[in-house]
């Protein structure tokens, strides 16, 4: 077993480097367990790739030594149980170095970006540019956006919506053979994301390679079918100008016909509704912040 694990760990270390192979107790303990009620199971090791060449290989690596891999994305914590290992002598493939905004195109309101590409990352990149990305409720800062559209999280302004996995358009997807392909558009092209933008192309249609659509076979898959190393997001246009209203009311009835009669006549990119104790929640960290903000917040009679 111990020679074992030094064979797997030098193999591990001349496809990422040394420095990116990680099996100390307190990278280990981290991926161990999360806030879910998952049974706890440390990783063999932590992998950190820096690129996409990189995690195929160690999907073809995976396969030739039958290790299971886990992807992660986002920065601690985590909820769901999905990147707690199931089975022993599992290997995490941390993506987070892999991390870069191929490129934004104002013109086509297309992203490109890499699944270590978080929230508060690629808010700064597109603020720049006066666009924005359609969010979820709250994201934390370490959040990857990849994973959020993957793990299909509903984001908070529905008209932009035009399919189920929207603002995620195409992607590139190291499946579990270790080959790499192309979803949507991007998948009538050549293999190279450099070749395609020389020849016009910005990864916009989710829809393909041909009569197929293989971005539903990704999302949701919590990583078991194989691991994107790059998506296409749509974007839209950050306003100039915003306002935000607070409208209280005294029963949920008052306010979903409210927001019927608001949604009408289209004010408003979004309008949510929060009991008291939900909107202090999301406005305060420590709990006495929270307990302060839900006093000064209107009460249901």
Not at 8 to 25: S, T, W, Y
Not at 264 to 285: C, H, I, P
Request: glycine share 8%; aromatic share 6%.
């Amino acid at each position: 077993m111990l020679m074992d694990a030094i064979l797997k760990k030098e193999q591990l270390g001349a496809i990422v480097g040394q420095p990116h192979v990680l099996d100390d107790a307190a990278s280990l303990d981290g991926y161990g367990r999360d806030q879910s009620l998952a049974p706890a199971l440390k990783p063999w090791f932590v992998v950190r790739p820096g690129d996409g060449a990189q995690v195929q290989a160690l999907v073809a690596w995976a396969n030739q030594t039958r290790t299971p891999l886990i992807p992660v994305s986002s920065g601690p914590p985590h909820f769901h149980g999905d990147t707690v290992p199931s089975v022993p002598e599992a290997v995490i493939v941390d993506l987070t170095r892999v991390n870069a905004i191929r490129r934004i195109d104002p013109r086509n309101r297309i992203a490109v970006i890499e699944p270590g590409v978080t929230y508060a990352q690629l808010d700064a990149a597109l603020a720049a540019q006066g666009l924005r990305i359609p969010r979820p409720l709250a994201p934390r800062a370490n959040k990857s956006v990849v994973a959020s559209l993957l793990e299909r999280q509903p984001t908070l302004i529905p008209r932009f919506n035009y399919n189920l996995p929207e603002p995620l358009r195409t992607c590139g997807v190291v499946w579990g053979t270790g080959e790499l392909a192309f979803t949507g558009e991007a998948g009538t092209g050549p293999l190279s994301l450099d070749d395609q933008w020389q020849r016009g192309l910005a990864q916009v249609d989710p829809k393909g390679p041909l009569a197929t659509d293989l971005m539903r076979v990704v999302t949701g898959a919590q990583g078991t079918m194989g691991i994107v190393v790059w998506a296409s997001v749509k974007l839209e246009l950050l306003p100039a100008a915003r306002e935000y209203r607070f409208a209280p009311g005294q029963s949920l009835g008052e306010l979903v016909d409210f927001c019927y009669r608001l949604e009408r006549t289209r004010l408003g990119d979004a309008v949510e509704v929060f009991n008291a104790a939900q909107l202090a929640q999301l406005a305060g960290r420590a709990a006495a912040a929270v307990a302060a903000t839900k006093r000064k917040l209107p009460q249901r009679a």
